[in-house]
């Protein structure tokens, strides 16, 4: 199992907290410093939906210029999260069948019970 995101993300921190008090095994890939493979992100976006993973709350979006904002679509979208990935909701958890977006001890639980 792996989890994408970037380490100083709060809810970074929390995913990964809650996953090794859990006793989870899993992989760290640090979309800042390993990328993130165009393949990778379209098989997200075909499953997920880009909308789902376009973070439209964090900063990364508030310094998006507002002709960029407001004309978002499917392709322009595609092109800012691969150059920029920290736009990009997080956590992603890949479990290998699906990917989850996002955190919270609810939805973990129900992935992993005990």
């Known amino acids: 199992m792996r989890i994408y995101g970037i380490p100083n993300c709060d809810t970074m ?18 979309f800042r410093k390993q990328g993130l493979e165009p393949t990778l992100l379209r098989e997200w976006a075909d499953e997920l939906g880009w909308e789902t993973l376009l973070n439209r ?12 904002k407001d004309k978002i679509d499917a392709g322009s979208a595609f092109r ?24 919270s ?9 005990d």
């Open 13 to 30: 921190r929390k995913a990964r907290r809650w996953l090794r008090d859990h006793g989870i095994d899993h992989q760290f890939h640090d």
């Open 80 to 103: 800012v999260m691969l150059e920029s990935p920290a736009i990009i909701k997080r956590p992603v958890l890949d479990l290998g069948t699906r990917r989850v977006v996002g955190f």
């Open 105 to 113: 001890e609810a939805a973990y639980r129900e992935l992993f019970p």
């Open 57 to 68: 709350r964090g900063m990364m979006w508030r310094k998006l210029p507002a002709d960029t």
